[in-house]
């Protein structure tokens, strides 16, 4: 079992949707969950970051994580088209960033 | 931008030879970490460095080294290069050791004929 699991997708979403994003991790000590973004053969960029449970937001994005079921989310208003793009879920362990496969999103206009 | 620097933006070579890959870090970050990406697939930890010495190591080839010197910027080095290692490299650097947080450049193209 991977200790972030996330679907590949592609998640295909008309323009306008809310789009909800998720991954499960398997270790309860995990403390600090990250989301990036990344556009086609970019570098990934940081959109969120949370420590512990509870919800933040910034903008149109909310970053969602649940610890009593292992569980992170982030959710997207008002999609646009420019929010096409690969996310990826990570979290921290032992200096290094343990990453989600990412999930491609597909905003069509 | 994300301050993160990385040379150069594409590199092609042959299978059997030696690349060097560099990274400036964002003015102030002590940490620079490496990854691998090849087409379609996740992202792969190769080598962390702090403020010049070697954090943490993941899935790095013996063929890869790097290092980072005094002016905090590191290198990638790969030799003995096979068509397998053609991939998307990317630098990333935080401000502290903890691997929260990191920005990412750009990227370095490679491709292995």
């Known amino acids: 079992q991977k200790e972030v699991e996330q679907d590949p997708g592609p998640l295909s979403v008309p323009e306008g949707a809310i789009v909800s994003l998720n991954c499960t991790y398997s270790?309860?000590?995990?403390?600090?969950f990250m989301w990036y973004r990344q556009y086609s053969r970019k570098g990934p960029e940081l959109l969120m970051y949370t420590y512990s449970s509870g919800n933040k937001e910034d903008g149109r994005f909310t970053a969602q994580v649940d610890k009593s079921s292992k569980y992170i989310s982030l959710f997207i208003r008002d999609s646009q088209p420019s929010d096409s793009a690969t996310y990826l879920c990570?979290?921290?362990?032992?200096?290094?960033?343990?990453w989600g496969a990412g999930t491609k999103l597909i905003i069509k206009p | 931008d994300s301050g993160v620097t990385q040379t150069p933006k594409h590199l092609i070579t042959a299978t059997g030879q030696r690349v060097t890959l560099r990274c400036s870090p964002r003015s102030g970050d002590l940490s620079v970490y490496w990854y691998q990406q090849s087409l379609d697939q996740g992202l792969q930890f190769l080598i962390q460095?702090?403020?010049?010495?070697?954090?943490a190591k993941g899935n790095i080839l013996e063929r890869f080294s790097a290092q980072q010197f005094p002016d905090l910027h590191s290198e990638l080095n790969l030799s003995s290069l096979e068509l397998g290692d053609s991939a998307l490299y990317f630098c990333a650097s935080s401000t502290r050791a903890g691997a929260n947080e990191q920005f990412f450049g750009p990227g370095t193209r490679l491709t292995v004929l």
């Open positions: 990570a979290t921290d362990s032992n200096y290094q960033l343990i």
């Open positions: 460095y702090y403020n010049g010495e070697e954090r």
């Open positions: 270790n309860s000590a995990f403390q600090y």
